[in-house]
């Protein structure tokens, strides 16, 4: 009988000391890094952490992003699981080809934009032969920040809906269609069973898609450094920058530390607002 108790315990006992080795002792060691000092524990490496020269813009960029990015991947994500659901032939194909993107890494992502906006890049070299532009333009420079902003968007935009609209497909597959039946034989029309049906009963599955983008969105990098490189600064990239440019492991770990604060209050944030309702589904 006692064995019988102990079984789950015992089953789910080597994942969690792998999840004390590698994530639960980095993270406390990342912590107490963060405010070790020469002069012993203090807040001196977020001090210079704040007075670094690129810390308001990167800031700024991340949030910028996130802002911008994680509602129009919702959006697209949203419109092409309802389009999806509508498809009666080539369904699967269709999904696999909208998959795709799950399978290309950060960096190849952003090696692939960059090779079509940059200054010599299949964009410019079209709109030359065209003749929509007098001679190839430095899109991703510093003096073009927007363009800049712009194409980071659209790489992120192209990369990353595919893992919310993954998401919001498992989620419409499970809404029983007698609901929305009951409601257009009451007259609803479509926006309204969209809003008042559909829309309640994907909040468990929104909410799980958001938590993943904006924590991911936050974490941005390896899209941001090639194409942007130094000249679209964000949290991370700071964090390396002074991880390996600067070998000041101590300033580094107060971006990690930064990072992970803001990822778990926007975490917070969307669990209380997408809490689900009395009578919706968890």
């Not at 999840?19 to 912590?31: K, M, R, Y």
């Not at 490496?45 to 949030?63: G, K, P």
């Not at 992120?156 to 597959?173: N, P």
Request: proline share 5%; charged share 10%; hydrophobic share 60%.
């Amino acid at each position: 009988m006692r064995s019988t108790v102990l079984r789950p315990y015992l089953l789910i006992a080597p994942s969690l000391v792998l999840l004390l080795l590698l994530f639960v002792v980095p993270l406390i060691q990342t912590i107490a890094l963060a405010f070790e000092t020469p002069e012993g524990p203090g807040l001196g490496s977020f001090a210079r952490m704040v007075n670094d020269l690129d810390f308001t813009d990167a800031v700024r960029n991340t949030f910028a992003l996130v802002v911008i990015v994680v509602p129009l991947q919702l959006a697209l994500a949203l419109a092409m699981s309802m389009m999806l659901r509508h498809v009666r032939r080539g369904r699967d194909f269709i999904l696999w080809i909208w998959s795709i993107p799950l399978g290309i890494s950060d960096l190849a992502a952003g090696l692939v934009w960059l090779a079509i906006l940059t200054d010599k890049g299949y964009l410019n070299t079209a709109l030359f032969k065209l003749g929509l532009i007098p001679a190839p333009q430095a899109w991703l420079t510093y003096e073009t920040p927007g363009v800049l902003f712009a194409g980071i968007l659209l790489a992120e935009l192209w990369r990353a809906t595919a893992i919310v609209f993954v998401i919001l497909v498992a989620g419409v597959q499970l809404i029983p269609k007698e609901y929305e039946e009951a409601a257009s034989v009451f007259g609803a029309t479509a926006w309204q069973r969209f809003r008042k049906v559909t829309l309640p009963l994907l909040r468990s599955s929104i909410q799980t898609a958001l938590i993943l983008r904006v924590v991911l969105a936050f974490e941005a990098f390896a899209v941001v450094l090639a194409i942007g490189g130094r000249n679209f600064p964000v949290l991370v990239s700071q964090a390396f920058v002074w991880q390996y440019q600067n070998q000041a492991y101590s300033v580094a770990a107060c971006y990690a530390v930064l990072v992970m604060a803001i990822s778990l209050a926007a975490t917070l944030v969307i669990l209380v607002a997408l809490k689900p309702r009395a009578g919706e589904p968890a």
